[in-house]
């Protein structure tokens, strides 16, 4: 984000922003009014302005518009082109614990105590209501994207 000002994007600024990452290719005014369904090509381009000046847009010789730098967007990651929730990321993780746990349990059940058999269902309840909550606050955050 060199030389962005720390001015926040969001709403229709923000929106506009994604849009133009995830297109993949130069988009005009036009392009940004029909997509975003705005009013005229002004309102557009006024946005398109304003995300040049912030640095996070650069307009090729044509009068279209590409990604310059990548907007720290908060509660949010980069993968790629897709703008995905933070929480997403320790949903993974949560999910890949309770994969082994499961695989663990599946494994040793036949041979092992009833106390172990309950300390690794109750290990097992706690890590699915964690990977349940940071799914869910997931789900919210992407909601309300906000930088």
């Known amino acids: ?3 962005a000002s720390s001015e926040k994007l969001e ?3 923000l929106d506009i922003y994604l849009h133009v990452v995830k297109k993949g290719h130069p988009v005009g005014p036009r392009d940004v009014m029909k997509a975003m369904n705005l009013s005229s090509p002004s309102v557009a381009y006024r946005h398109l302005q304003k995300l040049e000046e912030l640095g996070y847009l650069q307009k090729n010789d044509y009068g279209e518009y590409t990604p310059k730098n990548k907007a720290h967007v908060i509660g949010h990651v980069w993968v790629g082109h897709h703008l995905i929730p933070a929480m997403w990321r320790y949903s993974l993780i949560f999910l890949a614990i309770l994969i082994v746990e499961l695989l663990i349990l599946a494994v040793h059940y036949q041979v092992e105590t009833y106390e172990f058999k309950v300390f690794f269902l109750l290990l097992i309840l706690i890590t ?3 990977l349940t909550v940071f799914t869910v606050e997931g789900a ?3 909601k309300r994207k906000m930088l």
């Open 1 to 3: 984000m060199t030389g």
């Open 128 to 130: 699915g209501l964690a």
């Open 11 to 13: 709403g229709i600024t």
């Open 140 to 142: 919210l955050q992407n």
